[in-house]
Nanobody, 124 residues
Framework: QVQLVESEGGLVQAGGSLRLSCVAS????????MGWFRQAPGKERGFVAG????????GYVESMKGRFAISRDNAKNTLYLQMSSLKPEDTAVYYC?????????????????WGQGTQVTVSS
């Protein structure tokens, strides 16, 4: 079966950096669009960044452009999210998601598989 396993998040100071990874198994990784989402306490889960199966198409929420970078290594079945200049408002549970389409989507309901989520806490 398909499994998405995120790396541990962690506690980081404001202005710091953190890289999340998500290892996929049970699927042909390069055929899946991938996304990162996050959910802060009391808020709905929302799109952060997405990447197509080939890696050639990438998209971000506007507020994260220039601070976050999504990438993937299809040889390793791994998705990454490099986060820098972190702010306390980036505190959330971060999820990776896979879509049975080579294009990514910004819509939660268009993803078929989800990781368990990993907590990222940014202290001020």
């Amino acid at each position: 079966q398909v499994q998405l396993v995120e790396s541990e998040g962690g506690l980081v100071q404001a202005g710091g950096s953190l890289r999340l990874s998500c290892v996929a198994s049970g699927l042909t990784f390069s055929r899946f669009g991938m996304g990162w989402f996050r959910q802060a306490p009391g808020k709905e889960r929302g799109f952060v960044a997405g990447i197509s199966g080939s890696g050639r198409s990438i998209g971000y929420v506007e507020s994260m452009k220039g601070r976050f970078a999504i990438s993937r290594d299809n040889a390793k079945n791994t998705l990454y999210l490099q986060m820098s200049s972190l702010k306390p408002e980036d505190t959330a549970v971060y999820y990776c998601a896979a879509r049975r389409d080579t294009n990514y989507s910004t819509r939660i309901y268009e993803y078929n598989y989800w990781g368990q989520g990993t907590q990222v806490t940014v202290s001020s």
